[in-house]
């Protein structure tokens, strides 16, 4: 009940394209959802985040969009560019206990 | 503002040694979080500190163990090293609350 479980694994989008990353949880204590962004030698580093009292968050080209009833929240990258290929791990938490849940991870790439 | 160092960044140890690695937080951060990230294992959660109190543990053997300094500078320690802990070991502080995570480059430990 505490997994995160993040889809695709790896992702290939062409510049330009929308880039969409699935996480789903069980757990409906949890009540922070960030993303992280890694690039290659760097520490993962917050992207974007979002509480279940809001259905989506617009950062820029990144939105999270969040399904309360099923359980589920993705991260939209529009109009993607080469420099936004990373690897990108969804994460979920509740007040009650600050440990962050980790998704596994998806390698993005961006073909030029 | 200083970012969250980590020392060394490199480290090559034979198995059966032991190592320690070092983390000094963001200034202000009471909450140190320590994670193994392994290609194919993602982010996988050691334990995490706060005001010198280990308050979250992951599912690691006892030959991994950590401390944090009144400082909020945080040590984590593996003992009987084996290839398997080969790995890069982030750290990452926070204010100690529900919130952004701010990671660390990494050491990256090979143990041969």
């Known amino acids: 009940q505490q997994q995160v479980k993040q889809s695709p694994q790896s992702l290939i989008v062409q510049k330009g394209g929308i880039s969409i990353i699935n996480c789903a949880y069980e757990?409906?204590?949890?009540?922070?959802f960030p993303w992280y962004q890694q690039f290659p030698g760097k520490g993962p580093a917050l992207l974007i985040a979002i509480r279940p009292d809001v259905s989506e968050k617009k950062e820029g080209r990144f939105t999270i969009s969040f399904n309360k009833s099923a359980k589920q929240f993705s991260l939209h990258i529009m109009d993607s560019q080469p420099g936004d290929s990373a690897t990108y791990f969804c994460?979920?938490?509740?007040?009650?206990?600050?440990?962050?849940?980790w998704g596994a991870g998806t390698k993005l790439i961006i073909k030029p | 503002k200083a970012g969250v160092t980590q020392t060394p960044r490199y480290l090559i140890k034979t198995r059966g040694q032991q190592v320690t690695l070092s983390c000094s937080p963001i200034?202000?951060?009471?909450?140190v979080s320590w994670y193994q990230q392994t290609p194919g294992q993602g982010l996988q959660f050691l334990f995490e500190y706060f005001s010198e109190t280990q308050r979250n543990k992951g599912n690691f053997p006892g030959r991994f163990s950590g401390r944090q300094f009144s400082n909020s500078r945080s040590e984590m320690n593996v003992s009987t090293l084996e290839l398997g802990d080969s790995a890069l070991y982030l750290c990452?502080?926070?204010?100690?609350?529900?919130?952004?995570?701010?990671f660390g480059p990494g050491t990256r430990l090979t143990v041969t």
């Open positions: 990452a502080s926070s204010w100690g609350w529900q919130g952004e995570q701010y």
């Open positions: 994460a979920a938490s509740m007040e009650s206990n600050y440990q962050l849940i």
């Open positions: 757990n409906t204590a949890f009540d922070y």
């Open positions: 200034s202000g951060h009471r909450s």
